[in-house]
Structure formats: structure tokens, C-alpha cells
């Protein structure tokens, strides 16, 4: 008859490398870092509203150029109207044109009227050509903004690719945990039965069998979790049926300079400071423009018009004019734009300071992340080298009876802790590595 016990431990490693096959079966499809970014370009629904808002600014630009442009119109009308006679005020019986004794009439005669007229901007004192520059930088400050939009968006993606990674390796420590715990099971087992282990060895074979298998099934679904967001990332909307590539970030050429050094490479390459600097300059032609509408505006008219009662015999007349318009009294209107502009110049200047002193943060913080995940990933390394050495040590003691399973557990856990702390200390390395190229405006 068949142990119970030797069974139970049967099944449970049958079943231990059941998942673990599953696991093991690549998922039909590996998506790699390169092919993560360029779907993020093609598909993130940010970048396509960031070059709507660009290319409504480039729009926009156009419509206040359309001021300093010639404005051409035509018209055409036709009436039906009475011929009725109306003295006007002050008029003298039989004068010109007056009809005294005619009697009304709802007769009615057609009036056909036809005209083109053109209207040119001469001068305003640089209001309209203040406004279209204006319109211009503030769409130049658009596009910048919508590199500093693909910018972000591909180091978003990048992190949430090695953040897949990392889970995926998380299931991999998680496998060979498992598996270990298998083998040590088989041997508790063994040694039960000859009866060289108390039967409380036995139970805690089992529980820590159990607890692996339970940490595997928690790190799979952080994998999936991990791919699901990186689906996000890129702006896909399905399945998460694919491995991600073993990628990772080499080092950032100039990764070890001082922040000073970073800092000015910075400061020229990345798209939100320039987006700064040309709103910036937007605003003060936006203040000239207001501070010109005290001023007067000359411009120039002309027109010509076709017009009488029959299509076939119409009159024409040409006319002409050169208009100056003064502004007198506005209601405090334009001096009140004016301060609205002068404070919005202001507002804007600050965020240019605040920015800078963000970007020189964000580099020393990006620095400080690389030399530290540097190091904290030598020293997991040595770690994971030791806790080897050390489950390696425990299992002989183990096998020749001198060793407990608590001292083979513990040296387990150890391993276990260990390659996790590898994992994420490689995981912080990619992603403090992405965050310097961010900060020094690098894609």
C-alpha cells in the first residue's frame, strides 16, 4: 500500500510542476522596448491631443494675420419697393423733387444693386503685426509643448516597461522558489519515513511549499497587472498575451557628471523650457499689441457699385476713402487689458523661474538615482552570491543529517529575499536611467 504521505508529497510536486510548465510556455510573442515606444507614438492618445492643441495654435496664428491682410467682400441685393414721394422737414411746396397733390400708391418697381468693396490695414501703431507675432510664438510654444508631450509619454512607457520586466522576473524567483521547495519537500519526506526528521519537519516542508506556491500565483498576477499598465502606457486597448523582451537601460553617456554640467545640457534640450521661454515671449508682444491700442489706426477703402431699377441698363459709381479712427474713450477697456497682459508677462516669468528650479531638481534627483541604484545593485548581487552559498551549505548539512529544516527554510527564504532584491535593484537602475534621460530632455 502506497504511504499517504509520500503521496501527498507526490501530488504536490506534480502539481508544483504543472504551473511551473505553464509558466514556462512563452506566450506566442515577446514585445521589446523599441516596439513598446513606437506604439506609444502611433496609438497614446495624449500625443494626438497635444498636436491637435499645436496645430489649433499654428490655426490660430493665421486668423490674426488675417488682419494685416486686405479685406475683400461683395455683395449683391434685390428690392421691391413703393415710389411714394416724402416731403421732408422744412421743404418748400413745388420744389425739387416734391410731388404736392400726387396721391399714394402700392405700385412697386425693382432695384437691383450690385458691389465689391476692399478694405486695407495701413497702420495701427503695431497693434495687429504685434498680435500675429504674438499668435506665432504662442504656436511655436505649442510645438514645444507637444515634443515635451511625446517626451514624457515615452519615458512613462519605458518605466512601465521595466516595470513589466522586473514582475516577469519576480515570477521567475517565484518559479525557482517553488521548485526548491519541491526538492526539500521530497526530501523531508525521505527522511520522515526512516524516521531521521520528527514529523513536525514534514509540516513545515508543507507549509513552505504552500507559501511558494502562493507567492508564484501573487506574482503572476502582478506580471499581468504590470502588462496591463504598460498596455495603458501605450494606449492599447487589449489583450495582455505577450512576454516582455530582457531589456534593460545602458548607461547614460555622461551619467557621472556633476549636476552644473547636467544641469546646462538640460536647460538647452528640454522641450518645456523652450515652450517657457517662447510663451513668455508671446505675452510681452501681447502687451505691446494692447499698450498700441491707444493709438490711433489708418486705413484705406475702396469700392464699386452697380446699381438701378433694370439689370440690362444699370449705373455704376467708384469710390474711395482713407479712414482714422481715434480712440477717445473706451471705458478704461484697454488700459484694463493692458494691466490683464502686464500681470499674465508676470505670471508667466515665475513659472519660467519655478520650471528652471524644477528641471535643476529633477536632475539632481535623477543623478543621485543612478549612482545609488549603481550601487545598491552591487551589493544585491553579492547578496543573491551569498544567500546561494548559503542554501547550498544548508541542503548538504541537510542531507547528511547535521542540519535542521529550519535552518534549510530559513536559508531559503534568504535566496528567495535576495533574488528579489536583485530584481528590484535592477528595476530601479532602468528606471532611474530613464529618468535622467528625461531630465536632460533626451528621447
Given at each position: 500500500?502506497?504511504?499517504?504521505?509520500?503521496?501527498?508529497?507526490?501530488?504536490?510536486?506534480?502539481?508544483?510542476?504543472?504551473?511551473?510548465?505553464?509558466?514556462?510556455?512563452?506566450?506566442?510573442?515577446?514585445?521589446?522596448?523599441?516596439?513598446?515606444?513606437?506604439?506609444?507614438?502611433?496609438?497614446?492618445?495624449?500625443l494626438r491631443e497635444a498636436h491637435a492643441v499645436a496645430?489649433?495654435?499654428?490655426?490660430?496664428?493665421?486668423?490674426a494675420r488675417a488682419a494685416l491682410l486686405p479685406q475683400v467682400g461683395g455683395a449683391a441685393g434685390y428690392e421691391r419697393t413703393t415710389a411714394n414721394y416724402v416731403p421732408r422737414p422744412g421743404s418748400l411746396p413745388g420744389g425739387i423733387g416734391s410731388s404736392a397733390g400726387a396721391s399714394s400708391s402700392w405700385s412697386t418697381l425693382p432695384f437691383y444693386s450690385f458691389g465689391l468693396s476692399a478694405t486695407q490695414l495701413l497702420w495701427d501703431f503695431g497693434a495687429s503685426s504685434?498680435?500675429?507675432?504674438?499668435?506665432?510664438?504662442?504656436?511655436?510654444?505649442?510645438?514645444?509643448?507637444?515634443?515635451?508631450?511625446?517626451?514624457?509619454?515615452?519615458?512613462?512607457?519605458?518605466?512601465?516597461?521595466?516595470?513589466?520586466?522586473?514582475?516577469?522576473?519576480?515570477?521567475?524567483?517565484?518559479?525557482?522558489?517553488?521548485?526548491?521547495?519541491?526538492?526539500?519537500?521530497?526530501?523531508?519526506?525521505?527522511?520522515?519515513?526512516?524516521?531521521?526528521?520528527?514529523?513536525?519537519?514534514?509540516?513545515?516542508?508543507?507549509a513552505s511549499?504552500?507559501?511558494?506556491?502562493?507567492?508564484?500565483?501573487?506574482?503572476?498576477?502582478?506580471?499581468?497587472?504590470?502588462?496591463a499598465t504598460l498596455n495603458q502606457a501605450?494606449?492599447?486597448?487589449?489583450?495582455?498575451?505577450?512576454?516582455?523582451?530582457?531589456?534593460?537601460?545602458?548607461?547614460?553617456?555622461?551619467?557621472?557628471?556633476?549636476?552644473?554640467?547636467l544641469l546646462a545640457e538640460a536647460l538647452a534640450a528640454r522641450p518645456e523650457m523652450a515652450a517657457m521661454e517662447k510663451a513668455v515671449r508671446a505675452q510681452e508682444l501681447t502687451v505691446r499689441a494692447g499698450k498700441a491700442e491707444y493709438w490711433p489706426s489708418i486705413s484705406a477703402s475702396t469700392g464699386i457699385t452697380d446699381a438701378g431699377?433694370?439689370?440690362?441698363?444699370?449705373?455704376?459709381?467708384?469710390?474711395?476713402s482713407l479712414n482714422v479712427t481715434v480712440p477717445v474713450f473706451t471705458g478704461g477697456r484697454t488700459g484694463a487689458q493692458v494691466r490683464v497682459a502686464q500681470w499674465s508677462l508676470e505670471s508667466l516669468r515665475a513659472q519660467a523661474d519655478t520650471l528652471r528650479q524644477q528641471v535643476r531638481l529633477d536632475v539632481e534627483q535623477a543623478r543621485l538615482g543612478v549612482t545609488s541604484a549603481k550601487a545598491a545593485l552591487d551589493s544585491a548581487k553579492d547578496a543573491l552570491a551569498n544567500a546561494q552559498q548559503q542554501l547550498?551549505?544548508?541542503?548538504?548539512?541537510?542531507?547528511?543529517?547535521?542540519?535542521?529544516?529550519?535552518?534549510?527554510?530559513?536559508?531559503?527564504?534568504?535566496?528567495?529575499?535576495?533574488?528579489?532584491?536583485?530584481?528590484?535593484?535592477?528595476?530601479?537602475?532602468?528606471?532611474?536611467?530613464?529618468?535622467?534621460?528625461?531630465?536632460?530632455?533626451?528621447?
Open positions: 500500500m502506497t504511504d499517504p504521505r509520500r503521496a501527498l508529497a507526490l501530488a504536490c510536486g506534480l502539481l508544483s510542476a504543472a504551473a511551473g510548465s505553464l509558466r514556462a510556455e512563452p506566450l506566442g510573442r515577446t514585445l521589446t522596448l523599441e516596439e513598446a515606444v513606437a506604439t506609444a507614438r502611433s496609438r497614446q492618445p495624449q496645430e489649433g495654435a499654428h490655426a490660430q496664428s493665421d486668423v504685434s498680435a500675429w507675432r504674438a499668435s506665432r510664438a504662442a504656436a511655436a510654444s505649442q510645438a514645444d509643448n507637444e515634443r515635451a508631450t511625446a517626451l514624457q509619454v515615452t519615458t512613462v512607457v519605458r518605466t512601465a516597461f521595466f516595470q513589466a520586466r522586473a514582475a516577469r522576473e519576480l515570477v521567475r524567483v517565484a518559479s525557482e522558489t517553488l521548485a526548491d521547495q519541491d526538492r526539500h519537500l521530497a526530501q523531508v519526506v525521505g527522511f520522515v519515513e526512516v524516521g531521521t526528521q520528527p514529523e513536525i519537519a514534514l509540516a513545515t516542508a508543507r511549499q504552500a507559501n511558494a506556491r502562493y507567492q508564484l500565483v501573487l506574482a503572476r498576477n502582478g506580471y499581468e497587472t504590470a502588462k501605450m494606449g492599447v486597448e487589449g489583450p495582455t498575451d505577450y512576454d516582455v523582451s530582457d531589456e534593460t537601460v545602458p548607461p547614460v553617456p555622461g551619467e557621472g557628471a556633476d549636476t552644473e554640467a431699377s433694370q439689370v440690362a441698363s444699370l449705373g455704376w459709381n467708384w469710390s474711395a547550498r551549505l544548508a541542503e548538504g548539512r541537510y542531507e547528511t543529517g547535521v542540519g535542521t529544516v529550519i535552518e534549510l527554510t530559513d536559508a531559503q527564504v534568504a535566496l528567495t529575499s535576495a533574488g528579489q532584491q536583485q530584481v528590484q535593484a535592477e528595476y530601479n537602475l532602468a528606471s532611474a536611467r530613464t529618468q535622467l534621460l528625461r531630465a536632460l530632455g533626451r528621447s
